[in-house]
């Protein structure tokens, strides 16, 4: 049998509201998810055992084997599917890590749609999205790689029509660990941070056919409540987010997941590119992507 390819899109948090900790520790979540236009790229080669290797210009970075999420989603995919066909994996890794664009989490579910199509499981077996959810936070939103507003810890995806969104990507490549991030948010578990009356108020998100301007407009009012703890962190986000914010033409830019990946919004592609440009020559240890959101 051939072998299989998919890719692990980047994964962009247009907005992240944390409404609060759970008494179990998760915090509970509202982020409109978009999907970039760079990726990872995974192979499967059926048959054998389950291995991976990594190569590309960022193999270096992905850590121990064991511990890459596409093995641990392979793992359990391979628990509660009996018989699970497996093979071998070549990640061709290209998105930073831990970078707040969920490379990772857009690993293993690339994995989990391989794992898929060579079983002839549909993506909505409950047993895909029980192991996508089981992996980590941001791997059942990965799993589709649609637009989506995302609430609990995750698992509830509300699917959105947003426009194809000319966009440029930072990363100072500089690891922002989430679990840093959300410590130095520091919940105590059972605290909220909205209540009743802030859900209420919350804004409704554009109809399909909405351009731009109204999408912007909206997420004007709704910021990533990362942002500050992870500035204290790392305050070169900071940095970051002045250059975005200060290019031509840009419409919105701010801090992505946990960071330290930011993101900015423009009406043009022309825009977009002169950014990523200048930062380029600005800054050229920086990871710098200019493309689509959608």
């Known amino acids: 049998m051939p072998a299989l390819i998919e890719e692990g899109r980047a994964k962009v948090n247009l907005s992240l509201r944390v409404v609060g900790r759970r008494a179990d520790g998760y915090h509970d979540l509202e982020s409109v998810v978009a999907f970039a236009d760079c990726a990872d790229r995974l192979t499967l080669e059926?048959?054998?055992?389950?291995?991976?290797?990594t190569?590309?210009?960022?193999?270096?970075?992905?850590?121990e084997t064991s511990d890459n999420l596409v093995f641990k989603a392979a793992r359990l995919l391979a628990e509660a599917v009996p018989g699970l066909k497996l093979g071998a994996f070549t990640l061709d890794k290209v998105l930073p890590v831990a970078a707040g664009i969920g490379g990772g989490s857009a690993d293993a579910a690339a994995a989990l749609r391989l794992l898929a199509r060579l079983n002839n499981l549909p993506l909505d077996d409950p047993r895909l999205q029980k192991v996508a959810l089981a992996t980590g936070a941001d791997v059942p939103v990965c799993l589709f790689s649609r637009a989506c507003d995302m609430t609990g810890v995750g698992e509830q995806l509300l699917p959105l029509a947003l426009p194809s969104m000319p966009c440029v990507m930072v990363n100072p490549r500089v690891p922002v660990a989430t679990k840093d991030v959300f410590q130095a948010l520091g919940l105590r578990n059972g605290e909220l941070l909205v209540g009743a009356t802030a859900v209420l108020g919350a804004p409704a998100w554009p109809n399909e056919g909405a351009s731009i301007a109204d999408w912007v407009a909206v997420l004007d009012n709704v910021a990533n409540d990362l942002e500050a703890p992870a500035l204290r962190i790392e305050p070169v986000i900071g940095e970051v987010l002045e250059a975005l914010r200060g290019s031509p033409g840009v419409k919105l830019a701010r801090m992505s997941g946990s960071g330290a990946t930011c993101f900015a919004i423009y009406a043009a592609p022309t825009d977009a590119h002169a950014a990523a440009e200048k930062i380029r020559r600005d800054h050229p240890g920086w990871w710098v992507h200019a493309g689509t959101l959608s």
């Not at 059926?46 to 290797?53: K, N, S, V, W």
């Open 46 to 53: 059926p048959g054998g055992e389950l291995t991976l290797i």
């Open 55 to 63: 190569t590309g210009p960022l193999a270096a970075a992905c850590g």
